[in-house]
């Protein structure tokens, strides 16, 4: 089964662009199954969806984050990543890359199928 | 952007049967939505029980259904143990690539 591992600083300063990379391990991001996103929890609160990619490089976006984010692959690396800019204190959050399940031969399904473990990433100066 | 709801909260009695709602602010949930369930315990990462409305994920006890009651999404658990205590968040895919989580329901199982 896919293991997902997001990688990246723990702590930003606010303004800054909060940067994570996804590294995708036991199959390729280069399927055409999966769609690659982000996910992110606040301390305490529920998750929210920030976006995903294929791997063709389409991308789809919270329409509420869209200004500041951008999700982007590389098929060389096996690799994905987030960029959120404008960060402030109410970006503090754990982020977790998943695969969400597409397409596959038995039809459509867009579940997210395989997260990574998360990572707690702290916007403060 | 539509709003995702669940019961803030729920409580269930060890061994009782216990169902959760997902519904939408303006509209009702159907299976066009693809419904699923993700199931979150205190410093783990989700992990998804239920997708396509009523599809268990591999290794799911059978215990866990899920449905479309009326204009809900709906999981329900049936003979609920101490371990089902967790959130529970629903996920409907809106189209365009975009997905929405529910708000989550806590539930606990005393």
């Known amino acids: 089964q896919l293991q997902l591992q997001e990688s990246g600083p723990g702590l930003v300063k606010p303004s800054e662009t909060l940067s994570l990379t996804c590294t995708v391990s036991d199959g390729s991001i280069s399927s055409s199954t999966y769609h690659w996103g982000w996910i992110r929890q606040p301390p305490g609160k529920g998750l929210e969806f920030i976006g995903n990619i294929y791997y063709s490089g389409s991308t789809y976006y919270n329409p509420s984050l869209k200004s500041r984010v951008t999700i982007s692959v590389d098929t060389s690396k096996n690799q994905f990543s987030l960029k959120l800019s404008s960060v402030t204190a109410a970006d503090t959050a754990v982020y977790y890359c998943?695969?969400?399940?597409?397409?596959?031969?038995?039809?459509?399904?867009?579940?997210?199928?395989?997260w990574g473990q998360g990572t707690l990433v702290t916007v403060s100066s | 952007q539509a709003v995702v709801t669940q019961e803030p909260s729920f409580s269930v009695s060890p061994g009782g049967t216990v169902t959760l709602t997902c519904g939408l602010s303006s509209g009702s949930v159907s299976t066009n939505y693809y419904p699923s369930w993700c199931q979150q315990t205190p410093g783990q990462a989700p992990r998804t029980l239920i997708y396509?409305?009523?599809t268990r994920s591999s290794g799911v006890p059978d215990r866990f259904s899920g449905s479309v009651l009326g204009n809900k999404a709906a999981l329900t658990i049936t003979g609920a143990q101490a371990d089902d205590e967790s959130d529970y968040y629903c996920?409907?895919?809106?189209?365009?690539?975009?997905?929405?989580f529910g708000g989550g329901t806590k539930l606990t199982v005393l």
């Open positions: 998943a695969s969400r399940r597409y397409f596959d031969s038995s039809g459509y399904h867009y579940y997210f199928q395989y």
């Open positions: 396509n409305t009523n």
């Open positions: 996920v409907l895919y809106m189209g365009s690539g975009i997905s929405v």
